[in-house]
């Protein structure tokens, strides 16, 4: 039936998502760096900033994988506040606590293994919710924006950064030349992996231009939805909030 066909389809996806992750866990940072010239550091302290984050709140940073979000939040939210860290893949987790660790970030975080679909959270759990190139991976997104939207308290926000669609013809062709050749050659070459980094490009090209996931968040429930454009649309910020 079709729905069987959809149910396999999706199967699939859940388990190439994984895999993905699990073989780039560990060269994870360094690839994040080199792919996009250190400028993800950039798109992420935008995020914080825009978030308007304060002392004391609670923060749920989804799909968080190696915690480079996380870790801004919790100095933001300080020693009252609360940061949770929440990723479907064990590596990812487990890559991201040992460099928080290290860090000296270790009295506001949890670690929770968790699909962004079905988060595990009471309702009105958050302050602010935070996803970081993490939506694209996501099968069902509008279950995962749901689920999100339950789990923000009245007034939260959530955040989405993502790939998304770039202004201009002649930025959109350099960056799939980039995307689809050198992309997946990086990858060869420093993490033996040329798949999952062609997976990464696929998946950054199928992601949803930056007005239909306006669209989404609000049919999910959102208010005030808006986004910013980074990097020349290469990257967007959005930004919605539950009433
Ligand atoms: N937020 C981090 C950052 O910006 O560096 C990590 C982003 S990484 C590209 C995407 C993450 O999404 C991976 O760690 C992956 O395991 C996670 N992910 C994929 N599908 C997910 C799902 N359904 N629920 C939660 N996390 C998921």
Redesign the pocket.
Known sequence: THFGFKTVAADDK?SM??NV?HSV?AK??LM?DLMSLGI?RLW?RFTIDCSGVRPGQQVL?????????TALFSKRVGPTGKVVL????AS??SVGRDKLRDLGLVNNIDYVQ????ALPFADASFDIVS????L????DKDA?LRSIFRVLKPGGRLLV?EFSKPEQQWLSKVYDLYSFKLLPAMGQLVANDKESYQY?AESIRMHPDQDTLKAMMESAGFAEVSYHNLTGGIVALHRGYKF
Do not use: P, S
């Open positions: 859940v998502v994984a992750f866990a994870y940072d994040n993800h992420k940073d989804l799909a968080g994988g190696t915690g480079d979000i929440a990723d479907i893949n990812m987790l968790a699909n962004a679909e996803i970081g190139f993490g694209r991976n996501v099968t995962a950064l990464l």
